[in-house]
């Protein structure tokens, strides 16, 4: 059986006007312009525009992190406006639902290690506290410094003190962890020595981590200072940045004095890696492969196959004061992330010149969620008992949890608690999964119509006549059971764990 891998809005205040926001639609042109012309450079035939039953599906796995319902399906394909892809894309951005999925991945990005078990509920605070951030609007830049000069105390629920936390407030592990999360550096192995080959040295490392010492006061008559001893020697060192810069330190030196300096350099509109980082990280989510690979490794030693790309795409994410919805909207609007996941003739799948989509896998919270949503069950988790639900989503979403979704190969043990789990076993239940049992108790649907209602809710598509038939058939028997109702659930249980659900494509 064949299964396709498929305003200006003007402000007065005061008598004068405020600048128009930017149009991310212009920075998706250019994006578009860059990678043609690297595509006419290599010879390089672009796929087809994706149709836009592949579309709604991919938009809506990539900014809400589940599939679209039925409705939402209908409702998209029969929209004959020619801007109803913008539309959408602008309706999802500005979802709660879209604040609470990028706060996932934010939180991964930033604190990967609130997945062990020890830190699960701080990885729920952090997220929440983004998730409430970005729905107020704030900017990339001052998330990321409220992480960086959070207080050492909590002072309340949602409080981003997550950062510190799961970093043991240990300087060596903030330094590395915070060059790595917001810079896209790798200083790892410049803690213990230097490497005949990278570019950071041991000293850089250690100049970095004593930004987050507290100051001390040697003798009393001394000015305060923040200072270190590097391990397995007698070297004190102070903070230094890591362009080899002194920072500019205030009068007096308080208890966050040094993360403060830090976090301004970090985020500051001229710093060579903020930027970049941030957007590499959004490209490489939407498209499965980053500009630079890997992630971390922004020094220069591995350069972008798209350099100017990269350089439109930091300078318009600065110029937009670091707006996260601005640049999430511009790269779904591109017609490269429109573009179909199957090859053409002349075509080309190698992941460097993003002349096709591609395939990439689910992850947990996407799944889980999307099973709920191909159930029949609310696209919208505020129903849930808070008491149960979010404990079960989350065993769910670490039993198959990936590190990239680009890169993300389903294991055998995945594999078989999804065809036999609990979850799976639920859902296609006619007595619990209220899709199932609407289709099978639907008087004016014939099987194939039926078959065809499974399509649309899972897979958000109506199947081809090949599809079809068999299942049809199938169904009209009974099944291995000679019912026709248990043959409708194992029609979903197919199509549930088919390549075509657990992919985004």
């Keep these: 059986m064949r299964v396709a891998v498929l305003v200006i809005c003007v402000l007065i205040d005061g008598g004068t006007a405020s600048a128009a926001p930017p149009d991310p639609g212009a920075l998706a042109v250019r994006i578009d312009k860059h990678l043609q012309a690297r595509w006419d450079a290599e010879k390089v035939k672009p796929a087809d525009r994706a149709d836009d039953a592949t579309f709604v599906r991919r938009v809506h796995l990539d900014l809400v992190g ?12 029969d929209d004959k406006d020619v801007d109803k892809r913008a539309k959408l894309v602008a309706q999802l951005v500005d979802s709660a639902a879209h604040a609470r999925h990028a706060a996932t991945f934010w939180r991964r990005q930033w604190v990967p290690q609130a997945d062990a078990p020890q830190f699960a509920n701080l990885a729920d605070d952090l997220e929440s506290w983004i998730a409430s951030s970005l729905r107020t609007g704030a900017a990339y830049d001052r998330v990321v410094r409220d ?26 592990n ?33 100049q970095t981590a004593a930004f987050f010492v507290r100051p001390t006061v040697p003798d009393g008559t001394t000015p305060a200072r923040l200072e270190l001893v590097v391990p397995s020697t007698k070297k004190p060192i102070g903070p230094r940045l890591l362009n080899d810069s002194e920072p500019k330190w205030p009068a007096v030196l308080k208890d966050d004095t040094g993360r403060v300096v830090l976090a301004e350099w970090v985020t500051a509109r001229d710093n060579p890696y903020f930027a970049r980082n941030a957007v590499n990280r959004v490209w490489a989510e939407l498209f499965g492969t980053g500009i630079v690979e890997p992630l971390d490794d922004l020094s220069g030693s591995n350069p972008p196959v798209h350099p100017e790309l990269l350089d439109d795409l930091a300078q318009a994410f600065t110029e937009s004061n670091f707006d996260l919805k601005y640049l999430t909207t511009a790269l779904v609007l591109t017609r490269a992330y429109q573009l179909s996941a199957v090859v053409p003739a002349g075509g080309s799948s190698d992941p460097r010149w993003f002349a096709c989509s591609a395939v990439r896998g689910l992850t947990g919270e996407q799944l889980y969620d999307s099973l709920r949503v191909a159930a029949g069950l609310p696209a919208d988790r505020e ?43 639920d859902l296609t239940d006619v007595a619990k999964a209220p899709a199932l049992r609407a289709v099978a108790g639907a008087p004016f649907l014939d099987t ?6 499974l399509y649309l809710a899972v897979l958000g598509r109506k199947p081809a006549d090949d599809e079809s038939a068999p299942f049809v058939k199938y169904v009209e028997n009974g099944g291995a059971d000679r019912d026709a109702n248990k043959a409708l659930a194992d029609v979903l249980w197919a199509l549930l764990n088919s390549t075509e659900f657990n992919t985004n494509h």
């Design 448 to 453: 194939k119509g039926k078959v065809e209602a």
């Design 147 to 172: 992480l960086l000069t959070a207080s050492r105390v909590k002072t309340g629920p949602g409080a981003p003190t997550t950062f510190l936390t799961a970093s043991e407030a240990k300087p060596e």
């Design 66 to 77: 589940r599939i679209p319902t039925v409705a939402e399906v209908r409702a998209f394909l």
């Design 383 to 425: 129903d849930l008992d808070p008491t149960i639900a979010p404990r079960e989503r989350k065993r769910f979403a670490e039993k198959f949890r990936v590190e990239r979704t680009g890169s993300a190969q389903r294991s055998i043990l995945q594999s078989l608690s999804l065809m036999n789990g609990k979850l799976t076993t």
């Design 174 to 206: 903030l330094a590395a962890n915070t060059a790595r999360a917001f810079l896209g550096i790798n200083l790892d192995c410049a803690q213990c020595h230097d490497h005949p080959f990278a570019r950071w040295t041991r000293d850089q490392f250690w």
